[in-house]
């Protein structure tokens, strides 16, 4: 495996390890592992929202993801932190998880985190730590490889029961408004069966183009269910029916001008994606705002290892396979310690109506 280091200080140190990019795609395109057999997706009974009570937005988009998704009493979980400072220290966020695994019912599977101010414990993201636990492993000092998902394109849809981790995932609450719109979106998506457009970008940008080398296969695995585009260039626009959007770049022109299906996932391979304050590169956020209904970024520099970063195969592969949002994001990425999940964790395009039989 070979990654070099995305940064805007000059070319950066090529660090090889593994063997090539195109091993690690046909690895990612193999059959997913099922260690068990596979029970139904995630539903309402399995997630837990959790807010801070210190933030009153947070509380709110909590309370309306509970109601709309109708979420029992018992998975609203309240917690304590300081809202303005997006960064945890360990020590604080040891107290926060511990309330947190003594509130939560054991049936649940999953987690939405009702906030948008915090997205790091000290080196690891937020989403990551409340899934997995702080754990310096997860962090690299330079371009490193980090600790491994045990979640990584398995087919178990328990990820407590099976493996100890509660994934979760960022519903961004400090506008109410576009909160409530995500939501709405992810509900919207359910058991519609889309025949939408996956738009897989190989951009002019070398050192964030790395998941480029998956591309190729996408159109042999989903053509038949998708609108599979692998394009040459660095943005679409204008475009009515996207459902996947993969691509690589510090910023992404024109996203405004797409229209994104309910259920859409989105996200551009960059160092920090996943600061949602914004900055010198493009947030996560942004997709959100533009229709998207999850997205994914880094918080501290990942260096542009594809593992750190969503596979667009198995994001596709486990996706249309009818799993939840946050089972098939979680999913796809290797070592997500660096990097936060942002979305609608529900949301299941292609899943059987209750009433439904096989």
Not at 25 to 52: F, I, S, T, W
Not at 81 to 97: G, M
Not at 112 to 133: E, K, P
Not at 267 to 281: I, P
Request: charged fraction near 25%.
């Amino acid at each position: 495996m070979c990654a070099q280091i995305i940064t805007d200080r000059g070319p950066g140190k090529w660090f090889c390890r593994w063997g090539g990019l195109l091993a690690w795609a046909m690895a990612v395109a193999a059959p997913a592992v099922a260690p068990v057999m596979a029970e139904e997706p995630l539903g309402p009974r399995d997630v837990a929202v959790v807010v801070n009570v210190r933030d009153a937005d947070s509380v709110r988009t909590g309370r309306y993801f509970q109601r709309r998704r109708g979420l029992p009493a018992e998975n609203f979980i309240r917690v304590s932190f300081d809202p303005e400072d997006p960064v945890l220290r360990p020590r604080e966020f040891a107290a926060i998880k511990a309330r947190l695994d003594d509130l939560t019912p054991p049936a649940v599977q999953a987690y939405a985190l009702a906030w948008s101010s915090v997205t790091r414990v000290g080196c690891m993201s937020i989403t990551t730590a409340v899934a997995a636990g702080y754990d310096p492993a997860f962090c690299a000092r330079g371009c490193e490889p980090t600790r491994e998902s045990p979640l990584f394109n398995v087919r178990s849809h328990r990820p407590y029961d099976d493996f100890g981790w509660r994934p979760a995932m960022l519903l961004p609450a400090e506008d109410f408004h576009l909160a409530r719109e995500l939501v709405e979106r992810g509900i919207a998506a359910d058991a519609t069966f889309p025949f939408g457009g996956a738009y897989l970008l190989s951009t002019s940008d070398e050192r964030r183009n790395v998941r480029a080398a998956e591309y190729p296969r996408a159109e042999q695995l989903f053509g038949d269910l998708l609108e599979v585009q692998v394009l040459e260039q660095d943005a679409i626009r204008d475009r009515k029916d996207v459902l996947f959007y993969f691509t690589g770049s510090k910023w992404v022109r024109d996203i405004d001008s797409n229209r994104f299906l309910p259920g859409a996932l989105a996200d551009h391979l960059t160092s920090a994606g996943g600061r949602l304050e914004g900055g010198g590169q493009m947030s996560a956020l942004a997709w959100i705002r533009a229709g998207a209904t999850a997205s994914y970024g880094t918080v501290v520099e990942p260096c542009n290892f594809p593992q750190k970063f969503p596979s667009p195969l198995v994001a596709m592969d486990r996706y249309l396979d009818g799993d939840t949002l946050v089972e098939a994001y979680w999913k796809s990425v290797a070592w997500p310690g660096q990097g936060i999940f942002i979305g609608e964790p529900l949301a299941r395009p292609f899943s059987r109506p209750p009433d439904d039989t096989p």
